[in-house]
Every structure is written in C-alpha cells, then in structure tokens.
C-alpha cells in the first residue's frame, strides 16, 4: 500500500474522560481500522513538547468536550492538518477563523447531539401540558388525587406551543411534534414564511408567541444577538399558567425576572439550564414546585455518547474514500446553530 493509499492519521484532542463512552471497544476497533490513531494518546494541551511531533504528522483532529481552541499557533504546529471531526456540539468556540481561512474542513456530530435535546424537549411539553411537574408535587403533599374540577386547564388536545429558534435542535423538535394535536408557532428572523409553512408551522413575532403560547421552548442560539432575549418585559406577556421550558442556554433569558416570574407562581417552568449554571444554592428555584430543574441533561449523555463518536467515524470513511463529509460546517453555519 503506498502511502497516498494509508488510512489518514489521526489524533484525540479532548478531555480522556469522554472516550471510553464516545468510543467503546466495538466502535474503537472500527476507528483504528479507518484512521491511524493512537487510542491511548488524548491531547488536552495542544502546547504540551511531548506531543508536537505527534501534532506534526496529524491529518485529523478528532475534537470533543475540553478541547483547547484551534487557532493559528495551533495550525502552525500541524503543517498537515486537513480535517477536524468533532465528536460534540457546536464548533462555534473550538474553531478559530485562521482554520476557514487555511480551507481545513470541519464537522460536527451536532445533528446527533440535537436528538436527546429534542427528545427531552418533546417529553417535557408533553409532561407541562398535563401539569405533571404540578399535579406531583400537590399529590405528593396531599396523598389524594385532586377532583376532576381542578383538571379542566389541563390537556394535550389544541395546546398552543411557542418555539424560539429553528436550529437543528429546533428543527428535530418540531419533527417530532408533528403526530400531536399541538397548535404550534414559530419565532426565527433567519427563517420566511415560505420555509415555515415547510416546516408546518405558523411563524410569528417573537411577542406574539410570547403572548399567545401556553408552552414556550427556547432553541435560539447564544450570541450576542440573543442575549437575555426574554427580558422581563417579554417574559410578563406569557399568560397565566403557561410554562416556559428551556433547554438552550441560561443566557438567553433574564434569570432575575424569571426567578420573580417563577416565584411568583404567575408561570411554571421547565429548566435543564440556567444562568448561572448551577444555581447558587440558596436559588429559590431548587424549591419551588412549579419549577422542574434538571442538570443540564438533555443533550447526549451515557450510552447516547456513542452516537456522537459513530459519527465521526463515518466521517473518518468519507475523508479516506475522498467524499465530501455528510455533516461538514461552513463558518456562515454557526450564525443560527443551536
């Protein structure tokens, strides 16, 4: 075998402790079958002298959480570099505009990562429709089932249903509300009516979603642009009773006015981040029973790890047969990525 003909050599750039579950034995094996790789090397310092030989020769970084940004001293390091698979989220913070600029091609396991998100999103609008955050708490301080009167707010059938942000978690998420009886409205100022209406959705401004919603759900991204975009004044137009469910970023909301929101008890909320992240232990939050406040869960953890590593693998067959990457990142991409 020449060596044009060698598989391309590879290199790990992440914190170790994610490996063994974004790679485990069976998809390792395949790996190595597809790059030339050291399994037991995993660069956390990109400075480190013990590895610029390595870094030198490598063709592709396979990047994860805990990751060092990959600048232009990084890039002068590794003359050879042509690739950078990440086996996570969004690139936005890891890749520096010199890599664009040298033409290194990028990809990203973003689009699995979005699964378990939309996933968690879908079952937390479900389980908010039916009060089942607030009818737990009541039962479990009443130990008696609340007579059907109380039930009449309650329900799936016609629930009007906000979404802020057509990202790719976004994007999922609306697949997956399609076979529910939901009323469900758009907020995205990259996204026209034309490509709403594909997406079988009403898109609308964003204080008329906040105003008409009875479950609101954030999947914009978090730039400056975004910033605390629900403000106090946006987040006072949500009706009574209605849930904000958050599984983006705590920036984008104003935690002060959620918190007087929230323990005010006017709206409910269904939170996996926040800011700041975690909440400082005396946070009302953790308390309050209109409140569902998970550690930061939704995107991939476990077993679901493994998805995000097959990715990168089959990326790593496409750069060896010299196939464009399926799931390749352009700069402009990250304008509206989530």
């Keep these: 075998m020449s060596t044009s003909e060698l598989p391309p050599r590879a290199l790990f750039a992440m914190n170790p402790v994610h490996l063994p579950e974004l790679f485990p034995p069976r998809l390792m094996a395949r790996l190595t079958d597809v790059a030339r790789i050291d399994p037991a090397l995993v660069v956390g310092d990109f400075t480190d002298p013990a590895v610029a030989a390595t870094l030198a020769e490598a063709e592709v970084l396979i990047t994860g959480w805990g990751c060092p940004r990959i600048d232009e001293t990084v890039l002068a390091a590794a003359p050879r570099l042509r690739a950078v698979l990440h086996a996570a989220g969004s690139v936005r913070n890891l890749i520096a505009p010199e890599v664009w600029e040298r033409g290194v091609s990028v990809s990203s396991a973003v689009q699995a990562n979005a699964l378990p998100v939309a996933e968690f999103t879908l079952a937390a609008i479900l389980l908010a429709g039916k009060d089942a955050f607030g009818l737990r708490e ?6 008696v089932y609340p007579p059907p009167a109380d039930h009449a707010a309650v329900g799936n059938l016609g629930r009007r249903v906000g ?13 997956l509300l399609r076979p529910f009886d939901f009323a469900v409205t758009l907020y995205d100022p990259y996204v026209d009516a034309a490509e709403a209406a594909s997406l079988g959705v009403t898109l609308v401004p964003l204080d008329e979603l906040m105003r008409t919603s009875d479950i609101v759900s954030l999947h914009a991204p978090d730039i400056p642009e975004t910033y605390r975009m629900l403000d106090r004044r946006r987040l006072s137009l ?3 009773g209605s849930v904000l469910v958050n ?11 959620l918190t007087d929101e929230l323990v005010s008890g006017r709206i409910g909320a269904v939170l996996d981040v926040t ?3 975690p909440l400082p232990a005396d946070s009302p939050l953790y308390r309050l029973p209109n409140v569902f406040l998970t550690p930061h869960i939704a995107g991939s953890l476990g077993n679901e790890l493994e998805r995000l590593g097959r990715t ?8 060896g047969a ?3 990457l399926a799931h390749a990142v352009r700069q402009a991409d990250l ?4």
């Design 138 to 143: 009541r039962f479990r301080a009443e130990h």
């Design 163 to 175: 979404i802020i942000g057509a990202s790719r978690v976004g994007r999922r998420l609306l697949e």
């Design 238 to 240: 949500m009706p009574d």
């Design 247 to 257: 599984t983006s970023r705590g920036a984008l909301v104003d935690p002060d006015a």
């Design 275 to 277: 800011e700041p992240e």
């Design 312 to 319: 990168v693998v089959d990326e790593l067959v496409l750069l």
């Design 322 to 324: 010299g196939a464009p």
């Design 335 to 338: 304008v509206n990525s989530a």
